[in-house]
């Protein structure tokens, strides 16, 4: 293949290969790190530019599979296992194609959230090697971009492949809506080689964790959604979130103590994304009611047995699960339950900018 990944059929070896993708794919990273205190609230106003370059970049018949209509169906056909995916891949990509891919990540993450994207895809290579399967391969991560990046109509873009799916929409050069956005880890711990005892996601399993163990008897009991954990998260991909009932404890009958644990929970979800899209999704759960949030639990609260968890509220689902492959494969995801894929705002754009039969905009 182009992008230097090398597969043996009896054992994955995939390592060479990923250095070799992600040579372009992440060369930032280190620079976005040393400047995460100084990110700035107009990286959104930089996603056109960041698409566009993209877009330009490509000839014309990778162009075409890059770019899809705003109105298709694809834009709201999301996943998180490995599948054929609309867009470009990684592997049919140029050394400059991949760096361009960097800013437009950027552009919707913060220097955290970039560095957990840019790990899961390096992931695909430890479970390549784990289940000796070279279909595991950090190649095929997707871009697509939905509409023309502008600051007039909505647009939109995605980048995701096997657990990554980061879908971003534009409304009126105004908002950006990071959502639905979705990571998981297969292992959760990788458990030997080079990477032993890594953990992609450790916060969002041990600060739950945490936070129904802390919980007094009472409490804990209400929290608790079922004894066993769910088989994964009940959503699953969804295009629209189907109706969950509103279970679990409420933020508003927790101690100040675990509002403050549920609060970082919160955070660690919220702060993938880049600081001003978490500061307005943090100030929409605050307006709609902290005290209206719902935790719940489901399985064991012992480390490596399966457990799930939620945090659900009038503007916002959290959900998590660890039961597959011996609780060590984490699926987590952020869902928007206003502006899922532009949702809400997008209506009122549409609204607000119906013409009449003569063409005339109201």
């Known amino acids: 293949m182009t992008n230097g990944l090398t597969v043996n059929r009896g054992k994955a070896v995939l390592l060479i290969g990923t250095v070799v993708i992600f040579a372009s794919f992440g060369a930032a990273l280190m620079s976005s790190r040393a400047n995460e205190?100084?990110?700035?609230?107009?990286?959104?106003?930089?996603?056109?530019?960041?698409?566009?370059?993209?877009?330009?970049?490509?000839?014309?018949?990778?162009?075409?599979?890059?770019?899809?209509?705003?109105?298709?169906?694809?834009?709201?056909?999301?996943n998180y296992v490995p599948t054929r995916r609309a867009g470009v891949a990684l592997a049919d990509l140029d050394t400059n194609q991949k760096t361009l891919i960097d800013p437009l990540l950027r552009s919707a993450l913060s220097p955290t959230g970039f560095n957990t994207a840019q790990q899961i895809v390096q992931h695909e290579s430890i479970l390549a090697q784990i289940e000796g399967n070279p279909r595991r391969d950090p190649g095929l991560y997707y871009?697509?971009?939905?509409?023309?990046?502008?600051?007039?109509?909505?647009?939109?873009?995605?980048?995701?492949?096997?657990?990554?799916?980061?879908?971003?929409?534009?409304?009126?050069?105004?908002?950006?809506?990071?959502?639905?956005?979705?990571?998981?880890?297969?292992?959760?711990?990788?458990?030997?080689?080079?990477?032993?005892?890594?953990?992609?996601?450790?916060?969002?399993?041990?600060?739950a964790r945490d936070l129904i163990r802390m919980l007094p008897a009472d409490r804990r009991t209400r929290a608790?959604?079922?004894?066993?954990?769910?088989?994964?998260?009940?959503t699953r991909n969804d295009p629209k979130v189907r109706s969950l009932n509103m279970e679990g404890l409420a933020a508003g009958d927790m101690s100040q103590p675990e509002q403050t644990q549920l609060r970082k929970l919160l955070h660690v979800y919220a702060d993938r994304m880049t600081e001003s899209a978490a500061r307005e999704q943090l100030e929409r759960i605050e307006r709609a009611g902290f005290d209206k949030l719902h935790f719940g639990w489901a399985g064991s609260l012992e480390p490596g047995k399966p457990h799930y968890y939620r945090v659900h509220g009038p503007t916002v689902l959290i959900e998590y699960d660890n039961t597959q492959n011996n609780a060590n494969h984490i699926h987590s995801v952020w869902r928007d339950l206003e502006r899922d894929f532009g949702g809400d705002l997008l209506r009122a754009h549409y609204e607000a900018h119906r013409t009449d039969a003569h063409g005339h905009e109201h």
């Open 37 to 78: 205190s100084d990110e700035s609230d107009d990286k959104q106003s930089s996603g056109p530019a960041a698409a566009r370059a993209l877009l330009q970049s490509l000839p014309e018949a990778k162009r075409t599979q890059a770019q899809l209509s705003f109105d298709s169906s694809e834009r709201t056909n999301w």
């Open 143 to 207: 871009t697509a971009v939905f509409g023309e990046p502008g600051p007039r109509a909505p647009w939109a873009w995605r980048f995701e492949g096997h657990h990554l799916s980061v879908n971003v929409t534009h409304v009126d050069n105004q908002t950006q809506v990071v959502a639905p956005l979705f990571m998981g880890s297969n292992p959760a711990r990788v458990p030997d080689g080079p990477k032993a005892g890594l953990r992609l996601l450790a916060a969002e399993e041990d600060l």
């Open 224 to 234: 608790m959604l079922a004894e066993n954990a769910f088989p994964d998260i009940i």
